[in-house]
């Protein structure tokens, strides 16, 4: 454990999975992006966003290994394996998602080790994974709210990219669809970065380069599911947001092993519905600050 060696508070921390946090301090930014900013959406309208209390995120993607002992310990089973299929990549041709027979979290149609990110996980599942953490150790676990998810993912940049304003920066920074992946024809249907990163699907987490809060796999790797519902933001400065109180569909944020550069944006917004679950898609935790922390 690392400790602030003014407060001796710590600023890192390694639960009983073997999952490493990093302590977040309150702050504020600006949620969206400018009008000006290259390849934004119009759901991403600019407005500033007050981070107020502290809070602990995960460096990493929720591994397989983790899920792993969480299922082991509860019996718990995820959608895919309950219905026995998953989804793969899209089909551009047929305009569908193809379905990859067996496949789940233990199996996605492609090698994972006990530290690549866990994925075909709805966000459902996601939730049942955190709320058993938090039993498990009387700590409240939780998927962030997607203000929190881009306060992290920026850590204090204002550009497109955690690395900069140019995708063509980005080798060494994000596992995404790249120049390997386009010529086999695979991940067709958006643009691809034009480097390689040495990996078509996932990768270990913390293979690439952190950004400046120590987070890995902000933006690529794995589909991150968030806590809120999808909706318009809004135009005054807000407060810790946690998005509208109902809603279809949930957000997904931080790209993936399927994306280019404009859905690997920070201030991207993906979204589903809560029982959709991808070869690509994963989650993240953050751990609340309650009182003194006692490790």
């Known amino acids: ?30 949620q969206g992006s400018p009008v000006s900013a290259s ?19 995960g460096i990493t993607h929720v591994t397989v290994g983790q899920f792993s002992e969480f299922a082991k310990a509860s019996g718990y089973q995820t ?34 080790e006990d530290d690549y990110p866990v994925v075909c996980i ?9 709320e058993w953490l938090s039993d498990k150790e009387g700590r409240t676990y939780r998927l962030p709210t997607e203000a929190e998810w881009e306060y992290c993912s920026r850590a204090g940049a204002t550009t497109v990219f955690p690395w900069g304003d140019n995708p063509d920066d980005g080798e060494g920074w994000a596992n995404g669809a790249d120049a390997t992946s ?32 120590g987070l890995y796999d ?13 909706g318009d933001y809004p135009a005054e400065t807000v407060d810790d947001p946690t998005g509208p109180v109902e809603g279809e ?14 859905r690997s944006r920070c201030a991207f917004r993906g979204r589903n519905w809560p029982d959709f679950q991808n070869f690509y898609v994963g989650f993240r935790v953050l751990m609340e600050l309650e009182g003194k922390f006692t490790p």
């Open 249 to 262: 569909q949930r957000i997904l944020r931080g790209g993936g092993f399927v994306y280019g550069p404009d």
């Open 122 to 130: 709805t966000w459902h599942d996601a939730v049942a994974f955190c």
């Open 79 to 112: 959608l895919a394996e309950e219905q026995g299929w998953s989804y793969g990549a899209w089909n551009v041709e047929e305009d569908r998602w193809d379905k990859y027979d067996k496949g789940s979290w233990k199996d996605p149609g492609f090698k994972q």
């Open 39 to 57: 390849l934004r959406e119009d759901n991403e309208s600019p407005h500033l966003v007050r981070i107020t209390r502290p809070f602990w995120m």
């Open 1 to 30: 454990m690392e400790y602030d060696m003014q407060t001796e508070a710590p600023v890192e921390w390694t639960n009983s999975l073997e999952m490493k946090f990093v302590r977040i301090e309150a702050g504020e930014f600006l």
């Open 182 to 213: 386009e010529n086999e024809g695979l991940f067709t249907l958006f643009p691809a970065f034009k480097w390689s990163d040495g990996y078509i699907y996932t990768s270990p987490v913390a293979t690439f380069r952190p950004n400046a809060f």
């Open 218 to 230: 902000m933006v690529g790797n794995a589909l991150q599911w968030c806590g809120d519902w999808f």
